[in-house]
């Protein structure tokens, strides 16, 4: 079992339709983060922005690209204050901490300050990306576990057991990959996270597991190495 995980939340984790955030996804989510919290994990999350507002799709309404990505960024703030919020109402202590300073709203990032909750038993959110324009938040799932030297990113997809060689909802002879290497993802393009956040998990040797969060109970096996999904380290095995 994964002593210290990051889990990667998408936006659109937390909606039902595809916008803002519902309510029974929230509560079902933190009733088994809360489980994952009750076996002795350490456990941060990062979570996305998509179910307000996508950077390149801001860019084609006409908002320049780095406005775009801070709109983006304070997104990932409301979501993970929402978070934050279901877990408190099953009695998990957390702390959530933002790249942009805002401190009425939340801690700071500070990675010595992270650390600390984490060995203190809280769950940490981190909000706000990078703080910087241009990175995904691909990029700071990779960068937030190399700073507090997580065993594992697991990245909770929407409806997709792992990481396939095509689109299996258009092609459905698609085929499944178990195990991959960092090297495959970038030599067959596969659309898995972003070419930065690959490299950084490479070169920091971080494990990624590609799993359906969809499906109840599936964030629990990912933390105890039984979910079925898609595997890759540096050197694929």
Do not use: W
């Amino acid at each position: 079992m994964y002593k210290r995980v990051l889990l990667k939340l998408s936006g659109e984790a937390l909606s039902a339709n595809g916008n803002s955030f519902d309510p029974t996804v929230l509560a079902n989510l933190a009733k088994e983060l809360k489980e994952v919290h009750e076996l002795g994990v350490d456990l941060a999350i990062v979570v996305g922005g998509g179910n307000f507002i996508r950077g390149k799709i801001a860019e084609q309404m006409g908002i320049e690209r780095v406005q775009a990505d801070y709109m983006g960024m304070l997104a990932t703030v409301i979501n993970a204050l929402a978070v934050q919020s279901a877990l408190e109402k099953e009695g998990v202590a957390t702390r959530v901490q933002t790249a942009v300073e805002m401190q009425k709203v939340a801690e700071p990032f500070i990675v010595r300050r992270a650390l600390r909750h984490l060995e203190k038993g809280r769950i940490v959110i981190f909000g706000a990306g990078t703080g910087n324009p241009y990175f995904s938040t691909d990029t700071t799932a990779a960068l937030r576990a190399s700073e507090i030297k997580a065993d594992v990113i697991l990245m909770a997809k929407n409806g997709v057991d792992g990481v396939y060689n095509a689109d299996p909802k258009t092609h459905p002879d698609a085929v499944k990959y178990d195990t991959l290497s960092y090297m495959d993802l970038i030599r067959e393009g596969l659309q898995v996270m972003d070419t930065t956040a690959t490299s950084m998990c490479m070169d920091n040797e971080i494990d990624l597991v590609v799993f359906n969060m969809n499906e109840p109970g599936n964030i629990i096996k990912a933390v105890r190495e039984d979910v079925s999904g898609t595997t890759i380290s540096k050197e694929g095995k």
